[in-house]
């Protein structure tokens, strides 16, 4: 058991959003990021799973093929795709819904601080846009959110952090419909 890294691990990573959430302008939803990591039912997992270089969530679920800490976190944290589900009444099944903006804004900041934590002295401003292409065909998120997070990814990619805030805090200020 791995107390002592996982408890450092996600409260740099919590730090690392918070920044990040002020410079997208959520800075007062930045504040909130995560603390449900550090409840017994999250925090004694990740705890369990550590391994430093990547999400105790993924040690877990090979282990019992579900994470019972990401099924916890998932359904109390809003800047997470997985929360925005519901049954659609037209089509009779559950789909993926389209996200408010600012939770899409800091669920780019999660992504970004979370690559550089993982990646450490590897991060480039390329990763967060690299993961999330890996993961687009298994993925079930509302086509506009997943559209709009990976042209926030782009510009990152591209012309780097300064750019990609600049564009995520204008259109939050904007409060504009994506």
């Not at 550090?38 to 282990?63: L, M």
């Not at 300064?162 to 939050?172: E, G, H, I, K, S």
Request: hydrophobic letters at 35%.
């Amino acid at each position: 058991m791995q107390i002592w890294g996982h408890f450092r691990t996600i409260t740099r990573h919590r730090h690392r959003v918070i920044r990040h959430c002020f410079r997208a302008g959520i800075g007062w939803q930045g504040l909130f990021h995560d603390l449900s990591k550090y409840s017994p039912s999250e925090f004694w997992a990740g705890a369990r799973y550590y391994q430093g270089t990547r999400s105790p969530n993924e040690v877990e679920r090979e282990r019992f093929g579900y994470s019972s800490a990401w099924l916890h976190h998932k359904g109390r944290n809003r800047h997470h795709f997985e929360y925005w589900t519901d049954y659609n009444p037209v089509e009779r099944k559950v789909m993926p819904v389209k996200m408010p903006l600012r939770y899409v804004a800091e669920m780019f900041c999660d992504r970004v601080a979370a690559s550089k934590i993982y990646q450490g002295d590897n991060y480039a401003p390329t990763h967060p846009l690299e993961y999330f292409t890996r993961g687009k065909p298994r993925r079930s998120i509302h086509p506009e959110t997943s559209e709009l997070l990976e042209g926030w990814l782009t510009t990152l990619a591209e012309q780097g952090e300064d750019a990609a805030f600049a564009r995520v805090r204008a259109m939050v200020k904007a409060n504009k419909e994506y």
